[in-house]
C-alpha cells in the first residue's frame, strides 16, 4: 500500500491550502493508498546559516530543530502532495525556508540514486494577478526533495476554504490525488510556460528564452504575430537532479573552499578598517 503526505504549507487552520490537501488525500486513500498529514509551519526550522558543513565535509547538520525529521518522514513516504498559500507574490516564508536547507540531502546526492516517487503541487493565491512565483517554487522544493513532479495545479480563491465552493476545481484536486498514488504523471503545460517547474518568467540570452530555475531552453518563435516558446522535453531539468546537485556540489561547492583558505588571511586584513565604524548594530529592546 503507498504512503502518501500532504504537506500544508499554511499556518491557517481549515485554509484553502489545508482544504485542498485534505481533497487530494481523498482520491489518493480512494485508490487505496494510506494518508498522512502535515502541517509546515508546525515544524521548528531554523534559517540556514551558511556553514556547509553538509556540502562540504557531509557532516550533519549542526542546527538543532525539526528538519532532519522532516527529512526522514518525506523519504519514508512513496508520494508527496504540497500546497501552500501565496503572500507577497511568493509562497508563504516555510516553503523557502526548507528549500534553503535541502543541501542536507547531500550524501543522497553523492550516492546518485534518485527516486521515482511520484509528487504534486496546488499552490493557492486570492488574485489571479497575484499569484507572482509560488507555483515554480512548490514544485522546486517537491522536486529537490527527490521526487517526480507529475502534476500541478493553481487555485484562486481569497477567503478560508472558500475552494470547497468550486466543485469542478475539487473534481480536479481529487483526480491529481489519485493520479500520485497511481504515479500517473499529466502532459506538460502548454504555452510559454516551463514544462518542468511550470514558471512563466525567463531570462533571454543568446537568443533563448532560459528557465531561471530549471535551466531549460527554449527557441523563440513568432507565429501569427504572438511570440511563443518552443522548449526542448529532451532537457533534463538541470537543478533538480541528483545527478546535477552532486556535479554542483563536487564541481562548484567544494572548490571555493581551497579558494577561499587560499584568501582568508588578506580578507581579515581588509576588513579591519571596519572596526573603526564602532557599534553600529540595533536590536530589539529588552524591556
Same mark, same amino acid.
Given at each position: ?23 487530494? $488525500? ?8 494510506? @494518508? ?19 556540502? $562540504? ?23 508527496? $502532495? ?6 507577497? #507574490? ?46 515554480? #517554487? ?8 527527490? #521526487? ?24 480536479? @484536486? ?114
Amino acid at each position: 500500500m503507498a504512503k502518501v503526505l500532504g504537506l500544508v504549507g499554511s499556518a491557517r487552520v481549515w485554509g484553502n491550502s489545508e482544504v485542498v490537501v485534505r481533497e487530494a $488525500l481523498l482520491g489518493a486513500q480512494e485508490e487505496g493508498a494510506k @494518508i498522512e498529514m502535515l502541517r509546515l509551519t508546525a515544524l521548528s526550522i531554523e534559517p540556514c546559516n551558511g556553514c556547509l558543513r553538509c556540502a $562540504l565535509k557531509e557532516e550533519a547538520c549542526p542546527l538543532d530543530d525539526d528538519m532532519e525529521w522532516f527529512l526522514a518522514k518525506v523519504r519514508e513516504s512513496d508520494a508527496l $502532495l504540497l500546497s501552500a498559500p501565496t503572500y507577497m #507574490f511568493g509562497p508563504a516564508a516555510i516553503v523557502k525556508l526548507i528549500l534553503d536547507r535541502l543541501l542536507m540531502l547531500t550524501p543522497c546526492f553523492m550516492e546518485g540514486s534518485q527516486s521515482t516517487k511520484p509528487g504534486a503541487t496546488i499552490a493557492i493565491s486570492g488574485r489571479r494577478d497575484w499569484r507572482g512565483v509560488t507555483q515554480p #517554487f512548490l514544485n522546486c522544493l517537491v522536486m529537490g526533495l527527490g #521526487f517526480r513532479l507529475v502534476n500541478s495545479l493553481y487555485v484562486h480563491r481569497p477567503g478560508p476554504g472558500e475552494a470547497l465552493l468550486e466543485d469542478e476545481v475539487m473534481a480536479r @484536486i481529487q483526480e491529481l490525488g489519485r493520479r500520485v498514488a497511481r504515479g500517473e504523471s499529466v502532459k506538460p503545460p502548454e504555452g510559454n510556460i516551463c514544462p518542468s517547474c511550470y514558471g512563466d518568467f525567463f531570462v533571454l540570452e543568446g537568443g533563448k528564452a532560459i528557465c531561471p530555475l530549471c535551466g531549460i531552453e527554449a527557441d523563440i518563435e513568432l507565429v501569427d504575430g504572438q511570440m511563443r516558446l518552443s522548449f526542448d522535453l529532451e532537457v533534463e531539468p538541470w537543478p533538480w537532479s541528483y545527478a546535477w546537485q552532486k556535479e554542483h556540489i563536487e564541481g562548484w561547492i567544494r572548490p571555493t573552499a581551497p579558494r577561499y583558505l587560499a584568501h582568508r588571511e588578506e580578507i581579515k586584513a581588509r576588513r579591519e578598517r571596519y572596526r573603526e565604524m564602532g557599534d553600529i548594530w540595533v536590536k530589539p529592546s529588552e524591556e
